[in-house]
């Protein structure tokens, strides 16, 4: 236990460590806010950089940039209306609204405390529970995958605004968009029309960019004489009286986020956006309807992104699999850095796995230093005139959705969304299906064809399969309920109740 | 399960749910074309549903406008700032491989702020001048993301920096 | 206008010091890395280079550029100039592109730079699988068609060659289940989703060392150092050897018609990032052959492979085109 604790604190004593993780973290920050940063490529940078240093530089600094990045993509979630990394979609839901009402500094101010919140609970279950998790983790089959996708795109009930009908079609277009390029289990082609350049598929950041930002500049465009919103900033650091209020949802949502993020191959982004949904259903009464800056609709989303770091990492310090993306390149470095991870790197280096839950406590604590401070110059963004702002917005958007692939085709693609995404705002269609549908189409369609393959092809074995499995069955119950919810069909039944 | 019968229509709106409904139709095609109704598990199998399910929602949008007799709103759907503003950003998009990056961003950050803003022209020039060097900074430099090089011999410039007069640079 | 500033800088360059051909490279170069962060070859890639830009004197630029099973990244440096500046670095996949239809290009349109090294297949098994040998794996797939789940990541991919090689000496009915990549697949067999997986043994081996999977047999005709005790596929299917060795690889390469100089470069630079100890170690550590080959043997090695392959998934009946239509010679 005092070696544990030794290894635990290794960095905390260490100037050099300290000052990596610090540097990791605001670096992160900014990576994580700019569109096309993401910090798996920040990550993989430092593969090469750090290539000849020594093991635990690397790995304090990668930490650093990991935790501040999930983070770091909600401030122009907030800001612009620009997620700028996937986990922060959600954020912007009631973000962007929170800032167009003038209280941007409040609304940083929350998502900074509870993701420093989250990403403390996340760090307290890998340190306590991660053998359990991870092997709970590996019990999900190719049919509970499919299940917890389709539970995730039910969420479109949930982000449809005002017409459940025009949300399903953006959802189930996304959902099409999602499978364009090879099938990447047979490389057959899809909705490629012959171009060599949809094979890999339309890449999800442009679309992403083009929706929310370019979108929004276009539609801001329309009332180009209003002057820009002055920012009240009374309070950055949310009230005693409000922290205990949000925290019941937070410490729940972040629970959503570590399952979700240990889940290999899911991410922080479903996590949000399920932990949005989980707080849309459970807060009855929010200051402001969800939507239109309600601050649970921030606290859900922040929460669980940045529990889903802790999350990420307990399949991959017990078992070396990588529980996300930039987990994966984490492996990579640590195999290029001559350790090997896998199931016997807690047996042979259990220093390792301390010292990384140590590193993972001081990102986050300055996380929510370096979160807190220079609120003040950030929502000046949203001072600037319209007339500057847009242009900008633009620039960095072109920027971003190149710097994905180092593509020009992508920047066409960001554009072609954005003036879709405007006539959709125009006309009453939520973009959030989208962007949805996009995210979880290859997990539904994937895991349901090796499902299907497992049962040789028939149904009725499929469902005898799903019935006799406690977690299938758990699953398929939530996405019954949650179908029931949403349809008149409960109400159909209650009626015909009183009927009788 | 489309009820907004109170509401404005806007201009247009029936003519988008309509091209929505035809579009999801030839995506249901499309799906069908990639490998008919041969298995549970073909390649085809998931986009069929989900165009059936873009099928079938769009149809009830459609019915949905159809009933509803709302008045028609005076609201511009494309002002003359909307369209002129993105013609410029899709000829910024098309220079960035002939011009280069550097040269097409900035005349676009210029055009653009004068459109918009009617900012001075030393005004939009530092501007431009500064987010660009920002921009150039971060992704190019620290990043290493190569952006379209153009008419601008960057890399020759760039090691022309860094092997010559300083090899001690990184 | 570009030319007169490349002139102009062409000229200063004089000024500072004398630029004849031989100083390739004069910039940084680029490298495209066909897969993912984090995969196998990535992390190949990216521990070999810094080796080779201390002898370049040289930066490389490194990207991934995934997708189609790497044609994305090979049409891709097919598409730049043949100066030396752009590196292809990938694993074999462009090697089969032909006969399963993803387009006209592979290795033969590009000069080998150095083929690094070579992985090693291993079948391997879930832990409860009522098999602990390939003998006895064969008998019960025999005796329960169909039900033997195994992992596959594609047509094309290591575990459909490693199984179409199987299926070739003995009847093998199981059902393949497809994901994507290597890693996935393992993490489904470790949680009972499939039940077999021919896996490369970089992949498998902590899993296999953790007591997590169980391993049934090496793809070689000897037994593999890092794992002695599993035994070589010979011993079970002797006939098998006539495809051995067999394994995925890793190489880097330039665009057919690059000038020799740069290729010789470049060729000097891999060499010795492939000889530098801390690659060695990290290949040995992970059970990967290294092979280090360049010029007239690289070409060797990689018409073998593509003839070996291609014939094989051929008469599985997983390839969509003949290897005659493009003049692959039977092995």
């Known amino acids: 236990m005092t070696e544990a604790l030794s290894y635990f604190t290794t960095a905390w004593f260490d100037p050099w ?23 798996t490529m920040a990550v993989s ?37 620009i997620p700028g990394a996937p986990s922060a979609i959600a954020t912007a839901l009631d973000g962007y609204p929170l800032a167009q009402r003038g209280e941007a500094g409040e609304a940083i101010g929350i998502s900074t405390v509870m993701s420093f ?127 205990r209020r949000y925290l019941p949802l937070s410490l729940q949502t972040s629970m959503i986020g570590v399952i979700i993020g240990a889940l290999p191959g899911v991410g922080g982004d479903i996590a949000a956006l399920m932990a949005y949904d989980y707080a849309k259903r459970t807060v009855r009464d929010p200051e402001v309807p969800f939507g239109k800056g309600a601050r649970e609709g921030l606290v859900a989303p922040e929460s669980a992104n940045n529990a889903a770091v802790g999350g990420a990492f307990i399949p991959m310090l017990t078992l070396g699999i990588p529980g996300d993306a930039v987990t994966a390149i984490f492996i990579g470095a640590l195999f290029i850095h001559g350790l090997n991870p896998g199931p016997m790197l807690m047996i042979e280096q259990p220093h390792m796995f301390w010292f990384m839950v140590g590193n993972l406590v001081l990102a986050c604590v300055f996380m929510l230093i370096f979160g807190l401070t220079g609120i003040r110059i950030f929502t000046k963004i949203v001072e600037i005139p319209k007339g500057i702002l847009i242009p900008l917005i633009l620039l960095l958007s072109v920027v971003g959705a190149y710097a994905v692939n180092n593509s020009v085709t992508d920047v066409y693609w960001m554009l072609g969304f954005g003036v879709l995404g405007y006539f959709m705002k125009q006309y009453g269609y939520q973009v959030g299906p989208v962007i949805l549908g996009v995210i979880l189409a290859r997990l539904i369609d994937e895991n ?40 008149p069909v409960l109400g159909w039944i209650r009626r015909l109740f009183r009927r009788a | 399960m489309d009820y907004h019968e ?118 939009s020039l530092i501007i431009a001048l500064a987010s660009l060097a920002l921009v150039y900074i971060v992704f190019r430099l620290v990043f290493q993301v190569v952006l379209p090089q153009g008419i601008v011999p960057e890399d020759e410039i760039l090691a022309m920096f860094r092997h010559h007069p300083a090899p001690e640079a990184p | 206008m570009r030319r007169l500033l490349v002139g102009a800088a062409a000229l200063t360059m004089v000024v500072a010091g004398p630029v004849v051909a031989q100083d390739f490279p004069a910039k940084d170069l680029q490298g495209i890395i066909q897969w993912g962060a984090g995969g196998s070859t990535d992390v190949v890639m990216r521990s070999v280079t810094p080796h080779a830009e201390e002898v370049l004197g040289a930066d490389v630029v490194m990207q991934n550029k995934t997708g189609g099973v790497g044609a994305i990244a090979t049409k891709f440096v097919y598409a730049q100039k043949a100066d030396g500046y752009t590196l292809l ?81 003995t009847d093998l009915p199981m059902t393949a289940v497809p994901y994507d990549g290597d890693g996935p697949a393992l993490t489904a067999l470790m949680g009972g989703a499939i039940d077999v997986m021919p896996a490369v043994l970089g992949a498998a081996l902590e899993n296999i060392k953790a007591g997590r999977i169980k391993p049934l047999a090496v793809i070689e005709t000897e037994a593999n150092p890092v794992l002695p005790d599993v035994p070589p596929v010979t011993d079970t299917l002797p006939d098998i050897a006539t495809y051995l060795p067999w394994g995925p690889f890793f190489g880097v390469f330039v665009k057919e018609g690059t000038p020799p100089e740069a290729v010789e470069k470049l060729t000097a630079a891999y060499r010795a990032g492939a000889e530098s100890d801390d690659f060695k170690k990290l290949m040995d550590e992970r059970g990967y052959k290294l092979m280090n080959l360049s010029g007239e043997e690289a070409r060797a090695f990689l018409d073998r492979w593509q003839s070996v392959t291609s014939w094989l998934v051929y008469d599985a009946g997983i390839a969509k085109k003949s290897p005659e239509e493009f003049g692959i010679p039977k092995p």
């Open chain 1, 17 to 39: 460590l300290l000052f990596l993780i610090a540097a990791g973290t605001f670096a992160g920050i900014y990576i994580g806010a700019i569109p096309g940063l993401s910090v």
């Open chain 1, 45 to 81: 940078i430092l593969i090469s950089f750090t290539f000849s240093w020594d093991v635990n530089d690397a790995l304090c600094l990668m930490v650093g940039i990991f935790m501040g990045g999930v983070y770091g993509g909600s401030r122009t979630a907030i800001l612009l209306n």
């Open chain 1, 117 to 243: 919140f989250g990403g403390m609970v996340g760090i307290a279950l890998l340190a306590i529970g991660a053998p359990i998790i991870s092997d709970f983790a590996l019990t999900f089959q190719p049919r509970d995958y499919m299940l917890l996708a389709i539970l995730g795109i039910l969420l479109v009930g949930s982000l449809s605004g005002e017409s459940l009908a025009k949300g399903v079609v953006a959802g189930a277009f996304g959902m099409l968009i999602g499978t364009v390029g090879l099938d990447p289990l047979t490389a057959e082609e899809r909705f490629t029309f012959g171009f060599t350049e949809l094979w890999n598929g339309i890449s999800f950041v442009a679309v992403m960019i083009g929706l929310f930002g370019v979108a929004e500049a276009l539609g801001q465009l329309r009332q180009l004489e209003l002057p820009a919103i002055k920012q009240k900033i009374t309070r950055i650091v949310p009230s005693w009286a409000s922290l």
């Open chain 1, 448 to 487: 349901w064809r090796r499902a299907i393959i497992s049962e040789q092809e028939h149904l009725g074995s499929f469902f005898a399969n799903m019935f006799a499995s406690p977690l299938s069955l758990v699953l398929f119950a939530a996405v019954v309920l949650t179908v029931l919810s949403q349809t």
């Open chain 2, 6 to 123: 109170h509401h404005v229509k806007h201009r247009g709106e029936d003519a988008f749910g309509l091209v929505v409904l035809v579009v999801s139709v030839l995506l249901l095609w499309k799906s069908y074309t990639i490998a008919g109704f041969s298995a549970l598990s073909s390649p085809g199998a998931f986009p069929m549903a989900a165009s059936a399910v873009m099928v079938f929602s769009a149809s009830l949008v459609v019915i949905g406008n159809a009933r509803r007799r709302g008045r028609l709103s005076g609201e511009e759907i494309l002002p003359r700032t909307v369209v002129l503003f993105t013609a410029l950003v899709i000829a910024y998009a098309a220079a960035l491989v002939p011009l280069g990056f550097l040269p097409a961003s900035f005349l676009f950050l210029i055009l653009a702020m004068k459109l918009l803003y009617r900012a001075s022209w030393l005004r």
């Open chain 3, 89 to 169: 670095m990938g694993a074999e996949n462009p090697q089969l592109y032909k006969v399963m239809g993803l387009g006209d290009i592979d290795y033969s349109s590009f000069v080998p730079i150095d083929i690094l090294a070579r992985g090693v297949p291993i079948l391997v098994a879930k832990n409860d699988a009522p098999y602990g040998t390939l003998k006895e794996l064969i008998d019960y797939a025999q005796a329960h068609p169909g039900e033997v789940k195994v992992g596959s990541t594609g047509p094309g991919g290591l575990p459909s060659v490693v199984t179409a090689m199987l299926q070739s000496q």
